[in-house]
Each structure stands twice: as structure tokens, then as C-alpha cells.
């Protein structure tokens, strides 16, 4: 007979003191414009949850109705609750229960209510936390979303089979372009990398990369400057989320948030928000081919990296200088008390 520790997911992945870490973050589950009437079944850190509109509130709960254990994404919803597949109990906002109907007029017991999680939207997306230790969503900043001037982006989500934690290191990682996104938008020819230096601060650590790598797709056949030195400027806030913002010639910036939301240790769904201030006409299923074309040209490696988990111990993996993202951003993930896991 399987134990479950209290309060831990049945079938979790994780080792319960890297659990119980981890759960403390706020996380993206869904974008906004995927949840409509019908209740939206996701998972978070083996967490299994229900996300459905109550009125103007967006609910995040346990996704089982607590009658007899029936998953909630399995009914169905009209944008002001969701009632349950076997029996029809309704749940309205805060995850009340509203509604048994083979007792119209019997007192509902609270039992019968759900276990809710905190919300917040940004970005497009809908983000929660399992474990918050306060009131205050601690949703990483996104510094340009919404700025006069700037377009808003939400791509697709995008399922990689690996861990969040590598996926969010080869994002950081500035020595792959040539070789995986050759096809896309670097210069196998242009491979070197200059010396940069991460900056830690509370939340993680900033990078500004400077090179001559450029950004342009291959397929918009532009060129910059002769000898422009592009600035790559990453933000790091821990664990799983990182911010590039890409300064493009004549004042183009362009933003993109990685937000990798571990679905388990084996499964990430990678939320990416863009904001851009330049070709603002292009329409927007031109940025989601490109982003989705970047991040699968990125998922083929990560998905076969091994260990599958990210090790932090310095012993394991021989690092060169160009890891220095790498490198603080294990060291960062080490210093939340994350171990045994991450290094099994």
C-alpha cells in the first residue's frame, strides 16, 4: 500500500522537501483566453487542478469534486461555475459550492466546498501558487508589458518533456546559437563568446550579454549595422522563470518571458509572453510561428539531455566560461534549499 505524505500530491515526482520548495513560487497554469465556459483541467508540481470562470473571478482549485472523487474538468461550466460530470453538484466563486441537486433544499455542508488556490493574471496568463507564504502574488515583472508604443504577445504554451530547470538554463545559455538555432536566426560562422558577468540580486541575477549575434530571422533576409553590438539582457528570477529583452538597432526592443511551469520532474509547459515595439503590423501568428520554431529547435536537445534532472552539484557536469548563466543559476536554485533531487 502506497503512503501519501499530508498535504503532498499522490503521485509525486518530486522528493517532498524539494516539493515543499518549490510549491512556495507562483507558477503559470493556463493562458486567460483558454479558459472559457468549460473548466480547464491542468497540473502543477503533480497537482492535479480544475481552472473555470465564476462571474468576473477566475478560480483555481483541486481538480476532484469531493462527493465521490470525479475530476472537475470532466463537467461542464457556463462562465459563472462548473457542475460535476456524476452527480451535477455546482461550484461557484471561491469554490463554494452552490448547488446538490438531489437535495435542492438541504444545508450543504462545508466539506462540500473546494480547496482554492490564489490568482492573479498577468501577462495573458493565469498564475498560482500551491503553498504562498503570504498575500502578495510574487509574479515575476515583465518591464515592458504594457508600455506605450509596445505590442503584447501571449504564444501558445509549449510542452517539453524534461525538467523546468534545464529548459530555463538553455534559454540563459548564449553558446548554443550557432549550433541550435542555426536554421533560424544565428551564424554558425559567429560562435565565440565575449565575457560577460552575472549581477545576483533578491529574486535571482541579471545578465547583460553583449555580442554580434544577431536577432533578425533568417527569412526577413535584414542585415544590422556594420559591427552593432547587440545587448541581450537577461533576468533571472528564480526558479523557473527568466526575461530577455533583445535591443534591436534604431531603438527595437524586443521582450520575451520564459516561464517554465513544472508540470512535473519530467514535464514542463513553457508559457511565453512578448512584447515588442517594432512590426507592430506583422499579425501576431507570425510571432507565434517564429517563438514556437525557436523553443522546438531548443526542446530537442533539452529533451534528450542527461541526467534528466538538473545537477547542482559542481562535480557532475565540467562547466567552460561561457556557463557563467548557468553557473549562477545553480548556485541561485541551490541556495532555495533545493538538494537530494537535483542531484540524484
Avoid at 53 to 60: M, P, S
Avoid at 70 to 93: M, N, Q
Avoid at 158 to 180: C, K, M, N, T
Avoid at 309 to 321: A, H
Wanted: charged share 25%; proline share 9%; hydrophobic share 40%.
Amino acid at each position: 500500500m502506497t503512503t501519501v505524505s499530508p498535504g503532498l500530491p499522490r503521485d509525486r515526482t518530486f522528493d517532498p522537501d524539494d516539493w515543499a520548495v518549490l510549491a512556495r513560487f507562483w507558477y503559470p497554469v493556463a493562458l486567460s483566453r483558454e479558459v472559457g465556459d468549460a473548466p480547464v483541467g491542468v497540473r502543477l508540481l503533480d497537482e492535479e487542478l480544475v481552472v473555470y470562470r465564476a462571474g468576473g473571478e477566475i478560480v483555481v482549485a483541486g481538480d476532484i469534486c469531493p462527493h465521490r472523487g470525479v475530476p472537475l474538468s470532466l463537467g461542464t461550466g457556463d462562465g459563472e461555475g462548473v457542475s460535476c460530470a456524476y452527480h451535477g453538484l455546482r461550484f461557484g466563486a471561491k469554490g463554494r459550492c452552490t448547488a446538490v441537486p438531489a437535495h435542492p433544499a438541504a444545508k450543504i455542508p462545508d466539506r462540500m466546498h473546494l480547496r482554492t488556490y490564489p490568482v492573479a493574471e498577468r501577462y495573458g496568463l493565469i498564475w498560482t501558487c500551491l503553498r504562498p507564504e503570504d498575500g502578495t502574488p510574487d509574479v515575476p515583472e515583465m518591464k515592458h508589458w504594457g508600455d506605450e508604443g509596445f505590442q503584447g504577445i501571449t504564444c501558445p504554451s509549449i510542452d517539453i518533456a524534461a525538467f523546468a530547470g534545464r529548459q530555463v538554463e538553455g534559454f540563459l545559455d548564449v553558446a548554443h546559437f550557432g549550433f541550435v538555432h542555426a536554421d533560424s536566426f544565428a551564424d554558425p560562422g559567429n560562435v565565440e563568446v565575449p565575457a560577460y558577468s552575472p549581477v545576483r540580486n533578491a529574486k535571482g541575477f541579471t545578465v547583460d550579454y553583449w555580442s554580434t549575434v544577431a536577432n533578425y530571422p533568417h527569412a526577413a533576409g535584414k542585415k544590422a549595422p556594420p559591427g552593432f553590438q547587440w545587448l541581450r539582457r537577461f533576468d533571472v528570477h528564480l526558479p523557473f522563470t527568466a526575461q530577455l529583452v533583445v535591443h534591436f538597432p534604431d531603438g527595437g526592443l524586443l521582450d520575451i518571458m520564459n516561464a517554465a511551469s513544472p508540470v512535473s520532474a519530467r514535464m514542463t509547459r513553457m508559457f511565453c509572453p512578448i512584447a515588442k515595439n517594432f512590426d507592430l503590423d506583422l499579425p501576431v501568428e507570425a510571432t507565434y510561428d517564429f517563438n514556437r520554431r525557436i523553443f522546438e529547435e531548443d526542446r530537442a536537445i533539452v529533451e534528450v539531455q542527461r541526467p534528466e534532472n538538473l545537477p547542482l552539484d559542481p562535480k557532475i557536469e565540467v562547466n567552460i566560461p561561457a556557463d557563467r548563466s548557468s553557473v549562477a543559476y545553480r548556485r541561485g536554485l541551490r541556495d532555495l534549499g533545493l538538494s537530494h533531487f537535483f542531484t540524484a
